[in-house]
C-alpha cells in the first residue's frame, strides 16, 4: 500500500513568528546592545524585533540565521538550536501535534500547518508499504551551510514531537541528509536517535508505521480539536492575497489567548497610533471591535456547539471577566443566550448578527 499526503501546501509568503530568532539570540547569549549584530542586514529595529507579535519575511529570518552561524563560529550551530526546540516552541500547530491521537495524526498536523510557522521549507508524507517517508523540500535557495543548518533544526523538530508523543527516544528512525558527512558528524548521534545516513538524494525522516500509530499517552481529544481549528483559522488568514490591517489584526489576535489584544496593544505593534489604525481600518469598512466580536464569537459558538464545557468556564477561556458580560456580549451577536444557542446551536438563523 503507498499514499502520498502533499496538497494543501500552496507556497505563500507567510510571515515567521519571531519567536524562533529570539531563541537564536538566547543560545547566542546575547546582550541587549549585541541585538544589532544579529539583525545585520535585515532592516529590523530592536523594538520590533523584540514584539511577541513581530513576524519576519523569509529573507530576514534566512539572514538572522547567516548572521549567527557567523556569531557562533560554530557549524554545528544549528544542533545547537535545535535541542532548544519543544513542541510548545511552535505555537498553536505544536499544541495540535502534542495533543494529537498518534504521531501519524502529528505528522499530519504538521504537515498541514507547516505554512502557519515557517516558508521555507514543506512536508510531504507518504506511505511506502510498513513505513511513513517524511520529505523535507526547500523552497528558497540557501548556501551549503545555511541548508545544513536548516536541515538540522528541523529533523530535530520532527524527532523532539515523536519522542514526545511516543515517551522515548525513535531507535527506529531512519534519517537522511542530502549532503556529505560534516567535520563534525559524530555530534549527530549524539543529538539524534536512529540511523543517520549523508549524500541522501533527499531530506527526510522515515518512520515505521506501526510506531507512528501507537497511541498517545499525552493526547487530550478537546486541546486537539480546539488546537486545530485555531490553525485552520491562522492558515485560512495567510492563505489571503492582500496583507490587509483587517488580516494582521486577526492573526495576531489569533496567536494570542483569547480577547487578551488590545486596540492599543496592536496599534503599537504595527507601529502606529491607535487613532491611524481606526483610520486605516474604517477604509477596510471595519473596526477593531468588529474583528474581536467576529473572532470571539466564532470562538464562542465553537466551545458550545463542540464542547461540554459550562458557560461560565467558556466565558473565562474567551477572558471574559464576567459571566454576565459575556452573555451580553453573546446576546448581541446570535440574538439569544448561550443556552439557547447549545439547545439550537444547528438552525440555520444561529449565524452571528452583522456588527457593522
Known sequence: ????????????????????????????????NQLPRLLHGTGLPIKQFLSEDSLLTPGQQIQILRNALALSGQPEFGLRVGKRLTPATHGAMGFAASSSPDLLSALQAIHTFLPTRVSVIQLHL????????????????????????VAETIIMTLLAFGEFIVGRPLHEAEIGFAYPPPQYQEIYSKCMSGRIRFGCDHLMLRLPMMLCREP?????????????????????ELQTQKPSYQTRLKKMMLSRPPGTLSEEEAAAALFMSKRTLARKLKKEDCSFRQIRDEILSRQAADYLSGSQLSVEAIASLLNYHDNASFRRAFKRWFGRSPTQYRQHGNSSDTAPRSRH
Open 1 to 32: 500500500m503507498t499514499w502520498t499526503q502533499q496538497d494543501g501546501l500552496e507556497t505563500v509568503e507567510t510571515g515567521i513568528p519571531s519567536n524562533y530568532s529570539r531563541l537564536i539570540a538566547r543560545e547566542l547569549d546575547l546582550t541587549f
Open 126 to 149: 507518504q506511505q511506502i508499504e510498513d513505513h511513513l517517508e517524511c520529505r523535507l523540500v526547500f523552497l528558497m535557495q540557501l548556501d551549503d551551510d545555511l541548508q545544513r543548518c
Open 216 to 236: 498517545n499517552a499525552s493526547a487530550n481529544n478537546e486541546n486537539y480539536r480546539l488546537a486545530l481549528q485555531q490553525c485552520e483559522s491562522m492558515l485560512a
